[in-house]
């Protein structure tokens, strides 16, 4: 991936870099916290150093998911000027991204303190940063929903309504795991309490999502299911409303916005 990224930036060369900076000219960069938030991305920030100049030397000064503040030096890299500015841009993308995400996460966690409610991720990432975004989800204190659709079955209101209603969903998912011979969790939408109660008395599922439930049912709900599955709230939740949802007693409440529209961390990269 890391490839791909520098051929996207640099093409055929960074020509204003290499008019202007010698070749043996060596100097020294800090990464500067420039809003308060939560730091993520540290990891990946060296294996960019390393893929593009293993000369590069990053001394980390604030590990990921520390809470920082502005003026903070999360590290400083030393090296050839032209590896410090070919690399810049591309650290820093993915530095504020990843650190965006764990600070909104940490946020959510925080509200919820005092529950038994954490809170999920979901599959509403950039595609091709998805691994990335669901670490900075768990830096933040987040917890990873299924990674794509092949490591949970996750049986939403599309799968349900295709196959013919709910138990015909569950059992062909458990008829499937059977013979492939895999061990997945399964999970199911309900819309409604007549979807509950069909999928409590069809059984076989790990976990049940209740989409679009107001915090009245959804307490309603918790008592039908009665501790038998896991239980997430999903659809419609916000930040200011989801606390109601975790004093209903739910497991889990998954939350697109951790990374679907979250703002970037912001920070520099500046010469010393």
């Not at 420039?34 to 294996?47: D, F, I, Q, T, Y």
């Not at 530095?95 to 990843?98: D, L």
């Not at 599959?123 to 595609?127: A, D, E, L």
């Not at 409590?200 to 059984?203: L, R």
């Given at each position: 991936?890391?490839p791909?990224w ?5 093409g055929?060369?960074?020509?204003t870099?290499l ?14 916290i ?14 960019i ?10 001394t980390v ?10 003026g903070?030096?999360a590290?400083v890299v ?6 410090l500015l070919?690399?810049e ?5 993915v530095?504020?991204?990843?650190s965006?995400?764990?600070?909104r ?17 979901t ?5 091709g940063?998805?691994l990335?975004?669901?670490e900075a989800?768990?830096i933040?204190?987040?917890?990873n ?25 569950i059992?062909?998912?458990k ?15 309900v819309r409604n ?5 069909q999928v409590?008395?069809?059984?076989g599922?790990?976990?049940i999502?209740?989409d679009?439930f ?7 709900a918790?008592?039908?299911i ?15 409303t989801?606390k ?19 703002k970037?961390?912001?920070m520099s990269?500046?010469?010393?």
């Open positions: 991936m890391i791909l520098f051929a996207e930036d640099i055929d060369g960074d020509h870099t008019s202007c900076i010698p070749d043996n000219a060596f100097g020294k960069s800090q990464l500067i420039k809003e308060n938030g939560v730091l993520a991305g540290l990891e990946v920030a060296r294996e150093f390393r893929a593009f100049d293993p000369e590069l030397k990053m000064f604030i590990s990921d998911g520390t809470d920082v503040k502005i903070d030096v590290f030393e090296g050839k000027i032209r590896s070919q690399t841009r591309l650290m820093l993308n530095m504020q991204r990843m965006g995400i764990a600070t996460t940490r946020e959510y966690v925080k509200a919820l303190e005092g529950t038994r409610t954490r809170v999920l991720d599959r509403k990432t950039t595609p940063l998805r990335l975004e669901k989800v768990r933040g204190g987040g917890v929903h299924r990674i794509g659709l092949f490591d949970m079955i996750l049986l939403k209101d599309n799968h349900v309504d295709f196959a013919g209603g709910i138990p015909n969903a059992n062909r998912a008829k499937y795991l059977k013979e492939k011979g895999k061990n997945l969790k399964i999970e199911i939408e309490f007549d979807e509950l109660n409590v008395q069809t059984g599922v790990d976990r999502m209740l679009n107001n915090p009245e049912n959804t307490r309603k918790v008592s039908i009665d501790g038998k599955y896991e239980i997430e709230s999903s659809g419609g939740i916000t930040f200011d989801m109601a949802y975790a004093d209903c007693g739910v497991d889990f409440i998954s939350v697109g916005a951790l990374t679907h529209s979250v970037s961390l912001d990269f500046k010469a010393m």
